[in-house]
Every structure is written in structure tokens, then in C-alpha cells.
């Protein structure tokens, strides 16, 4: 999934949400969500998924000791 179908969902997701709607239709594909609560969470999914692939691979940490003498 690239960048931009993330950023579609998530218009999708937010459009659905204000305008009182449930249901998200997208590549050809229909979601109905039960509450408020399920359509919030998909989209802080969404946006997370957002954050983390414009974010990148991030920093890699490698700990290590050194022992005082």
C-alpha cells in the first residue's frame, strides 16, 4: 500500500465520519462499521500507518557497555 492510498483511506475515513455515515467505500470495496468508536480507531490506524511511513525506517540503536576499571 503506498503513501497516497493511506492518505485516500484516510479522507475517506474522515469524510465518513463528519458527515454521520458509517460506511467507507474505496476500491470498489464497502466497510460498514458498527459505532462512532470502530470508525475513530480505523482512523487513528490509518493515521499511525501515516506517521510511520513518512516517518521511515527510523534509527537503529545499538546498545552497548563498557565496564569501568
Do not use: Q, W
Amino acid at each position: 500500500m503506498t503513501l497516497d492510498d493511506l492518505k485516500s483511506r484516510h479522507s475517506a475515513l474522515l469524510t465518513a465520519r463528519y458527515s454521520g455515515t458509517r460506511s467507507v467505500s474505496y476500491d470498489g470495496k464497502t466497510v460498514t462499521y458498527g459505532t462512532d468508536a470502530e470508525l475513530a480507531a480505523a482512523i487513528g490506524d490509518i493515521e499511525r500507518r501515516i506517521a510511520t511511513f513518512e516517518r521511515g525506517a527510523g534509527r537503529i540503536l545499538r546498545p552497548y557497555a563498557v565496564k569501568d576499571l
